[in-house]
């Protein structure tokens, strides 16, 4: 167990529609990330906070948004759905969110438009 | 694509044998890492070496960085059943601000 935690597991939706995922990071890690895994992309990175301020971006889409709370949980919202957004959401964490520190891993929401 | 290449892509072996995987990156590198992804769930850290380091070894696991061909490679020693899973190289890039994952070997060992 990585202390990680995503939820929910698995998501079923529609096209068009909107959905937020959630994380908590390991305890005491200040830094939280977050990655998209499909088959044809591999693990792409979205968007990294740190202490609850945006750190660095990725190939986030501007239909998607991140934020990350006081209590450093944080939220992926995924909107105006489509087919292709279909895929593996994890979130990973670090204590500090220093380049090249390595990251723990939640078990992933796995996501599915139809 | 600023992505490792791991190579090969699918690997098959006999319990017992021994399992390499190489990875292969385009730019400097700061450090590089190798993760574990079972199936269908989340990547587990193994180990991660420095650009200034050539060889690093944890367990039965050993990790050579030859930085002059952007090449790393995992050597998985005396495999067990459960070592099935995909392996990934994550390159700290110069300039960059986030890991850089490979593209995976997935390996199979038959018990």
């Known amino acids: 167990d990585s202390g990680v935690t995503q939820t929910p597991k698995h998501l079923i939706t529609a096209t068009g529609q909107r959905v937020t995922l959630r994380c908590s990071p390991r305890?005491?890690?200040?830094?939280v990330y977050w990655y998209q895994q499909s088959l044809d992309q591999g693990l792409q990175f979205l968007i990294q906070?740190?202490?609850?301020?945006?750190?660095a971006k990725g190939n986030i889409l501007e239909r998607f948004s991140a934020q990350q709370f006081p209590d450093l949980h944080s939220e992926l919202n995924l909107s105006s759905l489509e087919l292709g957004d279909s895929a593996l959401y994890f979130c990973?964490?670090?204590?500090?969110?220093?380049?090249?520190?390595?990251?723990?891993f939640g078990s992933g929401t796995q996501l599915s438009v139809l | 694509s600023q992505q490792g290449e791991e190579d090969p892509q699918a690997l098959s072996i006999q319990e017992g044998e021994n399992a390499t995987m190489n990875c292969s990156y385009k730019?400097?590198?700061?450090?590089l890492q190798w993760y574990r992804q079972n199936s269908g769930r989340g990547l587990v850290h193994l180990i991660l070496?420095?650009?200034?380091?050539r060889e690093k070894h944890s367990g039965r696991l050993r990790v050579t960085l030859d930085t002059s061909k952007k090449s790393s490679s995992l050597l998985i020693t005396a495999s067990r059943a459960a070592d099935t899973a995909s392996y990934f190289c994550?390159?700290?890039?110069?300039?960059?601000?986030?890991?850089?994952f490979g593209t995976g070997t997935r390996l199979t060992v038959i018990p």
């Open positions: 990973a964490s670090s204590a500090t969110g220093a380049r090249g520190e390595k990251l723990f």
């Open positions: 305890s005491g890690d200040l830094s």
């Open positions: 906070y740190y202490n609850g301020e945006e750190r």
């Open positions: 730019t400097s590198i700061n450090n």
């Open positions: 070496i420095r650009s200034n380091e």
């Open positions: 994550a390159t700290d890039q110069t300039g960059a601000n986030n890991l850089f």
